[in-house]
């Protein structure tokens, strides 16, 4: 198996494109072995009526397949812990994840910031067990948390984290990404998740920007 060139943690499909599409499809252009490894199957989104809510995660799934493909994503990993539940399942989730380092031996890892982006539990979840598989490894890969260079001011939302401490707990951006030359791609991939057109839609009229501009916050490497 080759060494990856970067390797992406996720917790829902969708989330390596609206995160770090433009990153993703960047490196693979450039030759690297990129990877991506989603620890849920979407299983909690919406269906739009095209399919049922026991199909969702296998649609969804294919969603997926068919973004990586678009943003030249090499290995899209995918498990199957509960969409929502992932607080519960973190010891499983880091598992996963530390095997997935230890086989893909990584230069660059990126995850979710503690805030999650948006106060999602998932995704702070996802964020409290990459660092928890990243302590165990015994590699040393740079890390980058995706984050974003505009203020969080979405209302609040039932089980999420309070709006006000979504943005406290906003990193600051190390690294920004003028990513216009893959909007083309990101676009493309976003295409592919019908099931969620709601959410797409709503990324697109909250943060325009972040489609042709990324930002990450470096801790490690």
Known sequence: MKRADLLVILAHPDDETLHCGGLLHRAARNGEVTVTVTLTRGGAGRTLGMCTTGELPSVREQELRRAAEA???????????????????????????????????????????????????????AHRIAVAALRAYDG?????LMTSAVPYTEPARPGFMDPEQVEAERLSPTLSMQVSDSLAAKLRAMGHYETQARSVAKFLRLYPERFYSEAFHQIGG
Request: with cysteine; hydrophobic share 35%.
């Open 71 to 125: 943003l030249g994503i090499g290995c899209a990993e995918v498990h199957d812990l509960p969409d929502g539940g992932l607080s519960a399942h973190e010891e499983t989730g880091t598992a996963l994840i530390s095997d997935a380092l230890r086989r893909w031996r990584p230069r660059r890892v990126v995850g979710f910031p503690p805030n999650g982006m948006n106060g999602h539990p998932d995704h702070r979840a």
């Open 140 to 144: 040393h890969p740079q890390v980058l």
